[in-house]
């Protein structure tokens, strides 16, 4: 039986829930997350990141701090070439996703990519790593 793979907002609201709940029920929400994070495709690992810098509730510090070190550093580590112009764009029109971008550590991100992402990160006040210092 083929499992019908959740829309993009169904994800993010589902992932968010869980992240906050830990509730087993909304599990599969995090396993669907890191199946796009290791495998893509890439575009609809963007998508999801925008949908969760877009979402209406009040942004818990350890959520965003989440979803930095998942979703977004993952998708800035294997196509941030890519996605860095779009990544920028959203972060600049986003309070939300700015704060998200400041908790994205290097990892195997590209030198290029990185310097973007400091250079941004540098002027965002309150950002999840404390005083961005990369």
Known sequence: MQQIEPSISELASAYVAYLCSKDEALQQASFDVMDLCLEGPWDRLWQLVQALALLPDEANPVVLATI???PLEDLL?????????AVENLALSTPRAARMLTGVW?????????DRVVAFCRNVPDPIDGTYRY
Do not use: L, M
């Not at 580590?77 to 112009?85: N, T």
């Not at 290097?106 to 990185?114: A, K, L, T």
């Open 106 to 114: 290097r990892s195997s991100i590209e030198p290029e990519v990185w």
């Open 68 to 70: 930095a070190a998942g």
């Open 77 to 85: 580590d294997k196509a941030g070439p890519e996605y860095i112009a």
